[in-house]
C-alpha cells in the first residue's frame, strides 16, 4: 500500500501541526522560477477545527451525516479525528492533548471553538517560496513531515509532505500555510480519487464528496482581495449573501473557493459578530459539496434538532448549519453536480 494512503488509513496526514520557528527561506538562485502559486495542484486540502472537546465534534459531525472519521494521536501533543472524502480533501478535528507542547491551540481557543488554519496543497515548497518571494513575500524555509503510527514506527523513505508557513502573513489572518506532498505518493492518491477508490472507502451516510469552499470573515473586503492577489490567487465576482449578512468576493484556488466575506453593516449580522469574538479577520466556515442535498438536508435538520431552510448560492443548492451545532463553525452543504 503506498505511503499516503497509510497516511489516510491512519489519519495522521500534515494537521496544523506547527513547526520550530525558522529564519525566512534565503534567495537561492537554483530555485526554478514557477508560474503560480498552486504550480497545478489542487488548492484546497483540509481544514482544522479546533476544540477542547474532541469527542463531542465528532459525535455532532456524525450526527450531521458524515462517516466515522480515521482518529490519531500525534507526538507533538495534538489529537485528531479526520473525516476524508473522495477527492482527498479532509476535514481535521484537531485538539491538544498536552497543552505545554501545543500551545497556539488553547491561544486560539481563548476566542472559543472553530476553524484554525486552512490548507492548500501546492506541486512544490519551493517553487512557491520561490513565486511568493517574486512578489514579496517571503516564508520560512520549507520543513519536511512524517508519520509516527500507534506503535511508535515511522514511515519509511523520508518526508511525506514539506510545510510553507508565510514569515509575517500579508492575508488578513494567519490562517493559511500550504503543503507539498511527495509527488510519487500524492499522484497515487489523486489517481486512486479520479478512478472512484476512495469514494467506494470513504462513504458518507449524507453523500459528501468534498471541500468545496473556505468561508473567511474580513473587515476590508477589497483589500482582503488584494493581499490574496499578492499571493498569486486572483479576486473574481463580487456576491451578497444574505444568509450571513455579508458581502462577498470569490477567490478561485485550484478545485476549490475561498470565500471573503465582510459585513453589511457594522455590528449586525454573523460575519460582523464572528470578527468581534475573534479580534479581527478569521475562518468563518466550511463548504462540502454533496451528491444529494435532499439526503444531506434530511440528514442534518435530524442532528441538528431545526429545520435547515434551501437557499441558491454561487456555489449551488445548498444549506446552512450553524456554529452553535458545528462547534464554532458554519457548515454549509451545497448540491453541485
Request: charged share 25%; glycine share 10%.
Given at each position: 500500500?503506498?505511503?499516503?494512503?497509510?497516511?489516510?488509513?491512519?489519519?495522521?496526514?500534515?494537521?496544523?501541526?506547527?513547526?520550530?520557528?525558522?529564519?525566512p527561506?534565503?534567495?537561492?538562485?537554483?530555485?526554478?522560477?514557477?508560474?503560480?502559486?498552486?504550480?497545478?495542484?489542487?488548492?484546497?486540502?483540509?481544514?482544522?477545527?479546533?476544540?477542547?472537546d474532541?469527542?463531542a465534534?465528532?459525535?455532532?459531525?456524525?450526527?450531521?451525516?458524515?462517516?466515522?472519521?480515521?482518529?490519531?494521536?500525534?507526538?507533538?501533543?495534538?489529537?485528531?479525528?479526520?473525516?476524508?472524502?473522495?477527492?482527498?480533501?479532509?476535514?481535521e478535528?484537531?485538539s491538544?492533548?498536552?497543552?505545554?507542547?501545543?500551545?497556539?491551540?488553547?491561544?486560539?481557543?481563548?476566542?472559543?471553538?472553530?476553524?484554525?488554519?486552512?490548507?492548500?496543497?501546492?506541486?512544490?515548497?519551493?517553487?512557491?517560496?520561490?513565486f511568493?518571494?517574486?512578489?514579496?513575500?517571503e516564508?520560512l524555509?520549507?520543513?519536511?513531515?512524517?508519520?509516527?503510527?500507534?506503535?511508535?514506527?515511522?514511515?519509511?523513505?523520508?518526508?511525506?509532505?514539506?510545510?510553507?508557513?508565510f514569515?509575517?502573513?500579508?492575508?488578513p489572518?494567519?490562517?493559511?500555510f500550504?503543503?507539498?506532498?511527495?509527488?510519487?505518493?500524492?499522484?497515487?492518491v489523486?489517481?486512486?480519487?479520479?478512478?472512484?477508490?476512495?469514494?467506494?472507502?470513504?462513504?458518507?451516510?449524507?453523500?459528501?464528496r468534498?471541500?468545496?469552499?473556505?468561508?473567511?470573515?474580513?473587515?476590508?473586503?477589497?483589500?482582503?482581495?488584494?493581499?490574496?492577489?499578492?499571493?498569486?490567487?486572483?479576486?473574481g465576482?463580487?456576491?451578497?449573501?444574505?444568509?450571513?449578512?455579508?458581502?462577498?468576493?470569490?477567490?478561485?484556488?485550484?478545485a476549490?473557493?475561498?470565500?471573503?466575506?465582510?459585513?453589511?453593516?457594522?455590528?449586525?449580522?454573523?460575519?460582523?459578530?464572528?470578527l468581534?469574538?475573534?479580534?479581527?479577520?478569521?475562518?468563518?466556515?466550511?463548504?462540502?459539496?454533496?451528491?444529494?442535498?435532499?439526503t444531506?438536508?434530511r440528514?442534518?435538520?435530524?442532528?441538528?434538532?431545526?429545520?435547515?431552510?434551501?437557499?441558491?448560492?454561487?456555489?449551488?443548492?445548498?444549506?446552512?448549519?450553524p456554529p452553535?451545532?458545528?462547534?464554532?463553525?458554519?457548515?454549509?452543504?451545497?448540491?453541485?453536480?
Amino acid at each position: 500500500m503506498i505511503r499516503l494512503l497509510l497516511a489516510a488509513l491512519l489519519g495522521l496526514l500534515a494537521g496544523c501541526r506547527r513547526e520550530p520557528v525558522a529564519a525566512p527561506a534565503a534567495p537561492d538562485a537554483r530555485a526554478p522560477a514557477a508560474a503560480s502559486l498552486l504550480g497545478g495542484e489542487r488548492g484546497i486540502d483540509h481544514v482544522n477545527l479546533a476544540t477542547t472537546d474532541l469527542a463531542a465534534v465528532v459525535k455532532s459531525l456524525e450526527g450531521l451525516g458524515l462517516g466515522r472519521p480515521l482518529r490519531g494521536r500525534m507526538p507533538d501533543g495534538l489529537e485528531n479525528a479526520n473525516f476524508y472524502f473522495e477527492d482527498a480533501t479532509y476535514l481535521e478535528v484537531i485538539s491538544a492533548s498536552d497543552a505545554k507542547r501545543t500551545p497556539w491551540v488553547p491561544r486560539f481557543l481563548e476566542h472559543g471553538p472553530g476553524l484554525m488554519k486552512l490548507v492548500l496543497a501546492v506541486r512544490s515548497a519551493e517553487e512557491s517560496a520561490a513565486f511568493l518571494r517574486a512578489r514579496g513575500v517571503e516564508t520560512l524555509a520549507p520543513a519536511g513531515g512524517t508519520i509516527q503510527t500507534e506503535g511508535g514506527k515511522r514511515a519509511s523513505g523520508g518526508a511525506l509532505w514539506r510545510k510553507l508557513l508565510f514569515a509575517r502573513s500579508p492575508l488578513p489572518c494567519d490562517c493559511l500555510f500550504l503543503i507539498a506532498y511527495d509527488p510519487r505518493d500524492r499522484a497515487a492518491v489523486l489517481r486512486l480519487a479520479d478512478d472512484g477508490s476512495l469514494r467506494r472507502r470513504f462513504r458518507h451516510p449524507n453523500t459528501a464528496r468534498g471541500l468545496r469552499a473556505v468561508l473567511w470573515a474580513v473587515a476590508d473586503l477589497e483589500a482582503a482581495a488584494r493581499s490574496f492577489e499578492q499571493i498569486g490567487l486572483a479576486a473574481g465576482a463580487a456576491f451578497v449573501d444574505a444568509r450571513l449578512g455579508a458581502r462577498g468576493r470569490r477567490i478561485r484556488v485550484g478545485a476549490g473557493e475561498i470565500h471573503l466575506l465582510a459585513p453589511t453593516s457594522a455590528g449586525a449580522g454573523p460575519v460582523a459578530r464572528l470578527l468581534e469574538q475573534r479580534k479581527g479577520p478569521a475562518l468563518l466556515g466550511a463548504s462540502l459539496a454533496v451528491r444529494e442535498l435532499a439526503t444531506a438536508r434530511r440528514l442534518a435538520e435530524a442532528g441538528a434538532g431545526r429545520a435547515l431552510p434551501e437557499a441558491h448560492t454561487p456555489l449551488g443548492r445548498a444549506i446552512l448549519i450553524p456554529p452553535e451545532v458545528v462547534h464554532g463553525a458554519w457548515l454549509e452543504l451545497v448540491e453541485r453536480r
